[in-house]
C-alpha cells in the first residue's frame, strides 16, 4: 500500500444530481469532522479509509446514497428538502422504504447541523476494507442495487427433446415398449 492511500482524504462526495450532491456534500463534510472530532481514537476507526457519500440523488421526496466512513457504510435517506420532510418518527424507530430495487428497512436517526438521517448498515466496522477505492466500488454497487428494478428472469431455453422411443414389432402389437418387455 502506497503513502497516498494509508492517509485518509478529506471528504469525498458523487452525486446524480443536483439535490443529490447537496445532501452528499452536507453529510460527508459533518461526518469528516464528525472522524476528526471523536471517532479517530476509537477502535472501530479503520485508518486506512475516508469519509465518502458515493451516488447520492433524488428519489421523488427524498434523497438516497451510500454513506462510506472510516467505522461504517450505511445507505441512508434523507428528505430532499424542507418542503417535503420524511414521514414523522421517533429517533431509533425503524422504517421501510421502498425503491425500485426492493424495500429496506431503516433506523431513523437525527444528525446535528443536518437533521433526521435515516440509515440502512451495509458493514460496520470496516476492518475488512483496507483500500478507499474498493470501499467506492461497493458504495456504488450497493446503490446500483437499491435504485435499479431487478430484470425478470428469463425462462430457461426448452431441453433438447429427448428421442422418442422406438417400438419393437412385439411392443407394436402388444402395446409396450422395448424398455418394459420382458425376456421370457
Not at 466496522?125 to 466500488?137: I, L, N, T
Amino acid at each position: 500500500m502506497n503513502e497516498a492511500s494509508a492517509a485518509p482524504v478529506g471528504p469525498e462526495t458523487t452525486a446524480a444530481d443536483g439535490a443529490g450532491a447537496a445532501v452528499a456534500s452536507r453529510l460527508a463534510a459533518l461526518y469528516a469532522a464528525i472522524a476528526e472530532r471523536s471517532m479517530r481514537d476509537l477502535p472501530v476507526y479503520n485508518p486506512r479509509l475516508r469519509v465518502e457519500a458515493v451516488g447520492f440523488r433524488r428519489d421523488g421526496d427524498r434523497v438516497v446514497g451510500v454513506l462510506a466512513t472510516p467505522w461504517f457504510m450505511n445507505l441512508v435517506v434523507t428528505a430532499a428538502s424542507d418542503d417535503a420532510p420524511l414521514a414523522p418518527h421517533p429517533a431509533g424507530a425503524s422504517v421501510t422504504h421502498a425503491f425500485a430495487g426492493g424495500e429496506f428497512d431503516f433506523v431513523v436517526g437525527a444528525l446535528d447541523g443536518f437533521g433526521r438521517v435515516d440509515g440502512a448498515s451495509l458493514f460496520s466496522p470496516m476492518f475488512d476494507f483496507d483500500d478507499p477505492e474498493v470501499v467506492r466500488a461497493v458504495a456504488e454497487a450497493a446503490i446500483a442495487e437499491v435504485v435499479t428494478a431487478p430484470q425478470p428472469e428469463t425462462p430457461a431455453p426448452p431441453a433438447p427433446a429427448s428421442e422418442a422411443p422406438r417400438l419393437d414389432r412385439r411392443a407394436l402389437l402388444f402395446g409396450r415398449r422395448k424398455e418394459e418387455a420382458s425376456c421370457r
